[in-house]
């Protein structure tokens, strides 16, 4: 199994306890988290689901046909895994006010169940959902308690905060096609692949500024012109202020963040750009993509504190239970406590 992400740098070295992910979908369980509340009456049926084997888009194209619309009337706020117990809502177009009948749809699905239903007068859009409730089993655990230490660590400062190798599709492909696309000046009407494409060449360059800043110990540490995340609001950090600043990333109270390329330059200044202009030079090719379609510089913070953290141990099987905020992947989180033994899947 090849690792996309293997170049990256560890904040506590590599591993050294091997483990299983997702060796049975309920050892990786998500529950999505709108953050907010249903008008009870409009267009739109909301739908909430249980899922395992299969993901989004099929269990959407599959109730587009129940209730006789097109898949483009089906939205949700985020995709889940196939190889998961996941919980989401999911929004139909039904301006109408009927409720489908669901009974043929839930027979042919054994493993799809409809937990709620409700009405709002607004479609669900992708990033409409403030996170996601993970209660993750890693089962065969070679070294529990180095696990253990780590998360031990973990729940103290965090982690980095990657893009997960499914942003970069099976064995990196959608980065693959991002490079071909910028490298032969693609255009496109797909929309879909248009985004996927985008979001890896901008994940992979900010994936590669994080592992940069870890490798020469400035993953806790500003550095002049560096951009903190202070109340939601970006500040540069200056020269003189540097002590105050890395006082306060000791005590949480601001975040370093990292470059999501866009068209524009860099806002960072003086070290900071130093550190983060390399990583867009190195890849032309992306780049091309990313100017060619507008997409304008953002930032991101680079690291990744889980929410409630806690964990219990059976055996070998270590079972952690969290949230994260929406954009946040799990799978940083169990790169830095196991490293994964392959599963031979046993079911579809």
Same mark, same amino acid.
């Given at each position: 199994?090849?690792?996309?992400? /293997?170049?990256?740098a560890?904040?506590?070295g $590599?591993?050294t306890a $091997?483990?299983?992910? +997702?060796? $049975? !979908?309920e050892?990786?369980?998500v529950?999505?988290?709108l953050?907010?509340?249903?008008?009870g009456?409009?267009?739109?049926?909301m739908?909430?689901?249980? +899922?395992s084997g299969?993901?989004t888009?099929?269990?959407?194209?599959?109730?587009?046909?129940?209730?006789?619309v097109k898949?483009?009337?089906v /939205?949700?706020?985020?995709?889940?895994?196939?190889?998961?117990?996941?919980?989401?809502? =999911?929004?139909?177009?039904l301006p $109408?006010g009927d409720?489908p009948?669901?009974? /043929?749809?839930l027979?042919q699905? !054994?493993n799809?169940e409809?937990l709620?239903?409700?009405?709002h007068?607004?479609?669900?859009?992708?990033?409409d959902? %403030?996170?996601?409730?993970?209660?993750?089993?890693?089962s065969?655990?070679?070294?529990?308690?180095? %696990?253990?230490?780590?998360?031990? *660590?973990?729940? +103290?400062?965090? %982690?980095p905060?990657?893009?997960?190798?499914?942003?970069?599709? #099976?064995?990196?492909?959608?980065?693959?096609?991002?490079?071909?696309w910028?490298?032969? #000046?693609?255009?496109?009407? #797909?929309?879909?692949?248009?985004s996927?494409y985008?979001?890896?060449?901008?994940?992979?360059?900010?994936?590669?500024?994080?592992?940069?800043?870890?490798?020469?110990?400035?993953?806790?540490?500003a550095?002049d012109?560096?951009?903190?995340l202070?109340?939601?609001a970006?500040?540069?950090v200056e020269?003189?202020? =540097?002590?105050?600043? #890395?006082s @306060?990333l000791m005590?949480?109270?601001?975040?370093?963040?990292a470059?999501?390329a866009?068209?524009?330059e860099?806002p960072? +200044?003086n @070290?900071?750009?130093?550190?983060?202009? !390399?990583h867009?030079?190195?890849e032309?090719?992306?780049?091309?993509l990313?100017r060619?379609?507008?997409m304008?510089?953002?930032?991101? &913070?680079i690291?990744l504190m !889980?929410?409630d953290?806690?964990?219990?141990?059976?055996g070998?099987?270590?079972?952690?239970?969290? /949230?994260?905020?929406?954009?946040?992947f799990?799978? *940083?989180?169990?790169r &830095?406590?196991?490293?994964?033994?392959?599963?031979?899947?046993q079911?579809?």
């Open positions: 199994m090849s690792d996309i992400l /293997s170049s990256l560890y904040l506590n $590599k591993p $091997k483990g299983k992910l +997702k060796a $049975k !979908p050892h990786f369980q529950n999505e988290d953050g907010f509340e249903f008008t009456s409009g267009e739109h049926l739908v909430r689901i249980r +899922k299969e993901n888009s099929f269990v959407a194209n599959e109730l587009a046909k129940v209730c006789g898949s483009k009337d /939205s949700w706020a985020g995709l889940k895994d196939r190889h998961a117990v996941t919980e989401q809502w =999911l929004s139909i177009h $109408k409720t009948d669901f009974s /043929s749809f027979a699905y !054994p799809i409809i709620a239903t409700d009405r007068n607004k479609k669900l859009r992708p990033g959902l %403030v996170g996601n409730q993970f209660v993750i089993t890693l065969e655990v070679t070294d529990v308690a180095d %696990v253990l230490q780590r998360l031990e *660590a973990v729940s +103290k400062v965090g %982690v905060n990657y893009f997960g190798s499914q942003r970069f599709g #099976n064995q990196g492909n959608n980065l693959s096609e991002a490079r071909r910028g490298r032969e #000046n693609v255009r496109t009407r #797909n929309q879909n692949k248009r996927l985008l979001s890896a060449a901008r994940s992979w360059i900010f994936n590669r500024i994080v592992s940069e800043r870890i490798e020469k110990g400035l993953f806790t540490q550095v012109g560096d951009l903190i202070q109340d939601n970006l500040q540069t020269l003189d202020s =540097l002590d105050q600043v #890395n @306060q005590q949480g109270d601001v975040q370093l963040t470059a999501l866009g068209d524009n860099l960072t +200044k @070290q900071a750009l130093t550190l983060e202009q !390399p867009l030079d190195a032309p090719d992306l780049m091309a990313i060619g379609n507008r304008r510089h953002d930032r991101r &913070e690291g !889980p929410q953290l806690s964990w219990e141990v059976e070998d099987n270590v079972t952690l239970t969290f /949230s994260l905020d929406a954009g946040c799990a799978t *940083a989180i169990i &830095e406590l196991i490293e994964e033994i392959e599963v031979e899947r079911y579809q």
